[in-house]
């Protein structure tokens, strides 16, 4: 069993100025994720795209993530607080991203970069899809260091003991969603799209195995408090998001594997 490090949320502050790990780790991910860009630049196939069209996707991207993310978790997950004090959707030092949320603002930031581009959909988001599982990894290492998002009460070996969830010790499931929904669906990915596939499988088997994957972790991690369960005294909010997910990844590959064959 351990005991949840006292990690202190700033990581520097030069007078008034403060700047908090949780935002560190998005300005890594989108760093690291347009390295991996560049690189997939060499192996994508079919495409064409430079450095410029790289720079340009990951700020469009990171403005999806940004406002699609806090807006989305406020609608999601604290929407009568939202309504309350509205102010509240810019603290985002405190935590409090929508994954969900998230992938909406992304969808939108690329239809508006395909038309600027002239780009097709899927031709985007097949290139971009195997990068968005490092940004996931890097924000459930900053939730981790915010001390949110704890699990559900365990006495498992490995289980730690939260000081502000109380003296049980819990699941560290932020730690679970890092290695599922980071570490694991970054190999998957960039394994499964190493090779040419049909347009639109690649995208399709990231909403399959982010959803899969969340819904699993879902079981692991404490409901929100403001949300509890959904229905059935399990579902929560982030299962009855990841739902629709997985339903639509597993029509698009079908259809995507469908139309190769009606082409070959």
């Avoid at 031709?123 to 981790?144: H, K, Q, S, W, Y």
């Avoid at 995208?203 to 929100?224: H, K, M, N, V, W």
């Avoid at 369960?229 to 997985?246: D, E, H, K, R, Y």
Wanted: proline fraction near 5%; charged fraction near 15%; aromatic fraction near 16%.
């Amino acid at each position: 069993m351990f005991i949840y490090p006292d990690i202190n949320r700033i990581a520097l502050q030069i007078g008034p100025i403060k700047i908090f790990w949780y935002g560190i780790m998005y300005v890594v991910a989108f760093a690291i994720a347009w390295g991996l860009a560049i690189l997939r630049t060499k192996k994508t196939f079919n495409a064409r795209w430079t450095k410029d069209q790289v720079a340009d996707l990951i700020f469009y991207c990171a403005l999806g993530v940004i406002i699609g993310g806090r807006l989305g978790y406020m609608l999601f997950y604290d929407l009568p607080n939202f309504l309350h004090d509205p102010i509240i959707i810019l603290k985002t030092w405190q935590g409090g991203m929508s994954f969900h949320g998230g992938l909406i603002g992304v969808m939108l930031s690329v239809i508006i970069f395909a038309k600027k581009q002239r780009k097709t959909f899927f031709e985007i988001t097949d290139f971009v899809a195997p990068l968005v599982p490092v940004g996931l990894g890097a924000g459930r290492i900053g939730n981790f260091i915010n001390g949110e998002l704890w699990g559900r009460v365990t006495h498992a070996p490995w289980a730690m003991i939260y000081p502000q969830a109380g003296s049980q010790p819990r699941h560290p499931s932020e730690i679970y969603e890092f290695l599922l929904e980071g570490v694991l669906l970054f190999i998957i990915m960039w394994w499964f799209s190493a090779k040419p596939k049909p347009r639109a499988a690649v995208s399709a088997l990231f909403l399959i195995g982010y959803g899969t994957f969340r819904f699993t972790a879902e079981f692991f991690r404490q409901p929100d408090q403001q949300l509890g369960f959904i229905a059935f005294n399990w579902l929560t909010m982030g299962q009855l998001l990841s739902i629709p997910m997985v339903i639509a990844g597993i029509i698009m590959m079908f259809y995507a594997y469908k139309k190769e064959k009606q082409h070959a």
